[in-house]
C-alpha cells in the first residue's frame, strides 16, 4: 500500500538534493559513484529517479557528495493518515467488559477502568 | 560491527515505543503487514527511501533522526597507471585480459626483444648482421633481445625498424599504455555501539502497557 504520488514526490526530492550536494562538492557522477562504492550506473540512475535507494544506498551517496544523510533528506516528508490507526481497531468506547464487578471500556491508548 | 539495518531497527523500535504505538499499529498506519515491522526492527531489511519516510512518519519523528549513529566511510583512492603487455606474442592487449605494471618496464622490454629476435629470425640474420645494419653494436642488440638495459630511445628503436625493413607497430605487438585510472578501495559503514539505546529499548518494553490479562477479557461481556 505504497501511494505513488508521494513516492513520486519523494524520488524526485531526493533526486534534486543529491544533484544539488553533488554540485556542491564538485564531483562528476562518477566520482560520486566510486566514493559511495557504487556501480558506476548507480548514481545516474537516482539523479534521473530511476531507482528507489535503501538504506544503505542512502548512506553510501551522502557519503559519496560528502554531505550528512541529514542534507540527503532535506525537505523529505511523508503525509500520514493517522485515521488509518482507529479503522481496524475497536471504536474508542465502543466495547465495555467488566473486571471484578467495574466496567472496562476500550479508548486509544488501551483499555480504562471507568466509573469508580 | 552491527549492520546499518540492525541500528535503524533499534532506533525504530525505541520511536516507535515512545510514540506508545505496538508493532501492529505502526503497521496498520503504514500499511505494511506487522512481520515486516518486526523484521524492520530485528534489523532483517533495508528499508526504501519511501518506507523509511512512512516509518518516520507513523513514529513522528524527522528521518534522519532513524539514520543517526551509521555512515559510509569512502574506501581509500588509488591511482594506477602503467605499461601494459599481450597475453600472447603477436596479439595486442585488450580489455579484460591485460596486465598491468605500474612504471615497471621489465613486461614492456620483454614483449618489444621478443618481438625484436623474432623478427630478426625471420629474415634468418644473427644478431651480428642486424647489428651491423642498423649501426649500433651487438652487445646493445642482444642486451634488447634479453629484456636488459632500459627502454630503447626514439633514434635507436628507428634505426632498428630500418634496418628489419618492417613497419613501427610489428616490434610493438603486444604492448602498450595503460592511461590512469582512479580505483576506490573498498569502503565499509561504521555503525555506533549504542548501549543507552539498547537500555532505553529494555526500559520502554518493561512499561509498555498491556492488555488485560486473558482470564479478564473472557470474564468480561461487550455490550
Known amino acids: ?116 | 560491527m552491527s549492520s546499518p539495518a540492525e541500528r535503524f531497527g533499534l532506533l525504530l523500535a525505541c520511536r516507535r515505543m515512545r510514540a506508545a504505538l505496538g508493532q501492529e499499529d505502526l503497521a496498520r498506519l503504514v500499511g505494511i503487514h506487522r512481520t515486516e515491522v518486526a523484521l524492520l526492527e530485528r534489523g532483517g531489511r533495508r528499508p526504501r527511501l519511501d518506507t523509511l519516510l512512512q516509518l518516520a512518519a507513523g513514529v513522528e519523528c524527522e528521518p534522519p533522526e532513524l539514520l543517526t549513529g551509521m555512515r559510509w566511510i569512502p574506501g581509500v583512492a588509488e591511482v594506477r597507471g602503467g605499461y601494459l603487455t599481450g597475453p600472447r606474442p603477436g596479439r595486442p592487449p585488450v580489455a579484460g585480459d591485460r596486465q598491468r605494471s605500474a612504471g615497471d618496464p621489465a613486461p614492456l622490454l620483454g614483449r618489444f626483444g621478443a618481438n625484436l629476435r623474432a623478427r630478426r629470425e625471420a629474415l634468418g640474420w644473427t644478431p651480428d648482421e642486424l647489428a651491423d645494419r642498423a649501426g649500433i653494436g651487438v652487445k646493445l642488440l642482444i642486451e634488447l633481445e634479453e629484456a636488459g638495459g632500459t627502454i630503447p630511445a626514439l633514434g635507436l628503436f628507428l634505426s632498428l625498424v630500418g634496418a628489419l625493413g618492417c613497419r613501427p607497430s610489428e616490434l610493438l605487438t603486444g604492448v602498450g599504455w595503460a592511461p590512469y585510472e582512479i580505483f576506490e578501495g573498498e569502503g565499509t559503514f561504521e555503525v555506533l555501539e549504542d548501549a543507552g539505546l539498547l537500555d532505553e529499548i529494555a526500559a520502554l518494553r518493561e512499561a509498555r502497557p498491556k492488555d488485560p490479562p486473558a482470564s479478564i477479557r473472557q470474564g468480561g461481556r461487550a455490550r
Open chain 1, 1 to 116: 500500500m505504497i501511494d505513488e504520488v508521494q513516492s513520486a514526490r519523494a524520488l524526485e526530492r531526493f533526486a534534486s538534493n543529491l544533484i544539488e550536494l553533488r554540485r556542491r562538492a564538485g564531483l562528476t557522477q562518477l566520482e560520486a559513484g566510486l566514493r559511495a562504492g557504487l556501480h558506476r550506473t548507480e548514481v545516474s540512475l537516482l539523479e534521473r529517479r530511476l531507482r528507489m535507494p535503501r538504506l544503505d544506498t542512502i548512506l553510501r551517496v551522502a557519503a559519496g557528495v560528502e554531505a550528512d544523510p541529514t542534507e540527503l533528506l532535506e525537505g523529505l516528508a511523508w503525509e500520514l493518515d493517522r485515521d488509518r490507526l482507529w479503522s481496524a481497531r475497536p471504536v474508542p468506547g465502543r466495547y465495555e467488559i467488566l473486571v471484578g464487578g467495574s466496567p472496562v471500556t476500550w479508548a486509544p491508548d488501551g483499555w480504562r477502568r471507568v466509573g469508580r
